[in-house]
């Protein structure tokens, strides 16, 4: 079987702040002849508009951008084995949806980009699906990653906080292993995508709460304090972003306010 190379360039975008693109992210816009955007819908309109501004903002020369829809993910509550079950079906779909698109919008000799929030190492599909593409198809993509600041990266700037703790170790979750996580006692723990506000289910008086949504944009929000005090404000604010927005993302870091040294407290918000 014959092999088509594709040169791709994966690059993390950051958060949502236009200022915290790198310059190794500017010059691989630069770089590209097709941007791929996968958007999330009318509701995300948003995201979509600010990927559009950054390219035109950075790109060089004729240029072309492509535009599709993500297919559509199960979101209910499920257990693992259905969690596990329902991202491979979703991620086959996608790596179907880029194969396709590299099929049919790229030229031989051309460059196509692949703009990521965030991170692409940090839950991200975009370079499994690329994987995965390699692995079972003729296409055989060339790929390179540019890092990005993540949105754990924003929290902790925005707070004002460093991640760590003297000497301790952080955990980086899904909110669905969150209950797993936090029995280890050992270290911070940051948990994203938590669709069910799992931190409600945290006990403990001396237990902090450092959290954000849509970190880096004008519609940032930080709340900071006592689980059991504040708590219920995020709740509330939540509840009257998504009902604003559409949508919410948003990530936080969990801290035993005991194990914190007195230079470290000095430096809540």
Known sequence: MSTEQRRILVIGIGAGDPDHLTLGAVKA?????????????????????????????????????????????????????????????????????????MRAEMTEGETGAFLVWGDPSLYDSTLGILADIEARSSIRPQVEVFPGITSVSTLAARHRIPLNQVGRPVHITPA???????????????????????????????????????LGTPDELLVAGPVREVGDDIRQLRAQARERHGWIMDTYLLRLMGTQSSEEAGGRP
Not at 53 to 63: C, L, T
Not at 66 to 88: F, I, L, N, Q
Not at 183 to 211: C, K, P, R
């Open 29 to 101: 816009i630069g770089r590209a002849d097709v941007f791929f955007i996968v958007g999330k819908g009318p509701d995300k309109a948003s995201l979509t508009d600010l990927r559009h501004r950054m390219i035109e903002e950075h790109a060089q020369g004729p240029y072309r951008v492509v535009e599709v829809e993500d297919p559509s993910r199960e979101r209910r509550s499920m257990d693992r084995g259905e969690y596990s079950a329902a991202v491979h079906d979703w991620r086959e779909r996608r790596g179907e949806l880029f194969e396709r698109l």
């Open 176 to 214: 669905r292993r969150l209950s797993e996580v936090a029995q280890n006692d050992d270290g911070d723990i940051v948990v994203m995508l938590d669709a069910h506000e799992s931190f409600t289910q945290v006990e403990g008086d001396d237990v902090w709460i450092y959290w954000g949504a849509y």
